[in-house]
């Protein structure tokens, strides 16, 4: 009987990741065929950028892309208390939190009604939802729609949010988990509609390595030895590997545009992960404090040197 009961239940799961790898892929068709265009409307009274005044350039626009708990245009739990932080230490910064990295159509997941009503009876499925999307994403059949997808979303919010192109105001993608994805993917579009400095910083970031980062300047690529999700992403996909030399990513590690800062024993997810408010370091600052103070110090180190160069950085 026991038996019986959890063949069904694995059948049933079975056919539940049919129906997510599906609809996963319907989206970026739906966009790809034209039939819907992609939304760029918000909650009422929620600004398209936060931080530094509208009114003067900032010294840079910072994209937040986050994990797959993304499903909304408010900020998730842990997304938001990084972004907040963000926000708190750094006015000259102006940043956006709101992009659908799971959507190339940008309907967030929860305003959808089918899922809505689903949510409130089986809520593990919108993660599977995005789990799914980021292997859209980084299939090769599907990838250079959904790239071109996000990567539009990214141009568009920025231009929103006071962006213009060719000024020379840097980008800053910020992707945490699956988000890193989706970042390296949205680089040959941002760069083709904006022409602006590109800098990704990932965090814990799960990705598949085939992007071709070539118009980002730089990536910085923050883990931990405790993070064993970013580590499944390292042995799963084979562009990762060294083996395969002309992958985007190996070519630009050869190309000396990844640098590695450990952020070790932060975990992926949980109470001692990258950006929990209680888990504290021996000087006393919790991981969050860490993360936000890397992330920060890496941007005005940046801004630095492209203040002292009158050429592009390495």
């Not at 797959?68 to 230490?89: C, E, M, P, Q």
């Not at 999307?133 to 729609?145: E, K, S």
């Not at 992007?211 to 580590?231: C, F, K, P, V």
């Amino acid at each position: 009987m026991i038996g019986l009961a959890l063949l069904l239940l694995l059948g049933g799961l079975g056919l539940v990741l049919i129906a997510e790898a599906l609809l996963a892929r319907y989206e970026v068709l739906v966009y790809a065929a034209g039939w819907r265009t992609p939304t760029i409307s918000r909650p009422e009274g929620m600004s398209y950028a936060r931080g530094a005044d509208p009114d003067r350039p900032p010294d840079a626009y910072l994209v937040y892309l986050d994990g797959i708990g993304k499903r909304r245009f408010h900020d998730t739990r842990d997304g938001g208390r990084l972004v907040k932080a963000l926000i708190n230490r750094a006015p000259e910064l102006r940043v956006l939190g709101q992009v659908q990295p799971y959507s190339p159509l940008a309907v967030p997941l929860a305003d959808r009604p089918v899922w809505t009503w689903v949510r409130r009876r089986i809520g593990l499925l919108l993660f599977l939802h995005n789990v799914m999307q980021i292997f859209v994403a980084a299939d090769r059949r599907y990838r250079p729609l959904y790239n071109r997808a996000v990567g539009a979303q990214i141009a568009t919010e920025l231009q929103v949010a006071g962006y213009r192109p060719d000024s020379g105001i840097p980008v800053v993608l910020l992707s945490y988990s699956g988000g890193a994805q989706v970042a390296s993917g949205a680089v040959n579009e941002l760069w083709a509609q904006l022409r602006t400095p590109l800098w990704l910083i990932t965090l814990g970031g799960f990705h598949n390595g085939a992007n071709d980062i070539t118009h980002a300047q730089h990536l910085y690529q923050l883990t931990s030895a405790g993070d064993w999700i970013e580590r499944v992403g390292t042995r799963i996909f084979p562009q990762r590997w060294r083996l395969f030399r002309w992958s985007g990513w190996n070519r630009a590690d050869r190309e000396g545009k990844i640098t590695v800062h450990r952020l070790d024993p932060a975990t992926h997810i949980g109470p001692r992960s990258y950006i929990s408010p209680d888990a504290r370091l021996p000087d006393g600052r919790s991981h969050l404090d860490r993360t936000t103070d890397t992330v920060l110090a890496l941007i005005r180190d940046r801004l630095s040197l492209a203040a002292d160069s009158d050429g592009p950085l390495p």
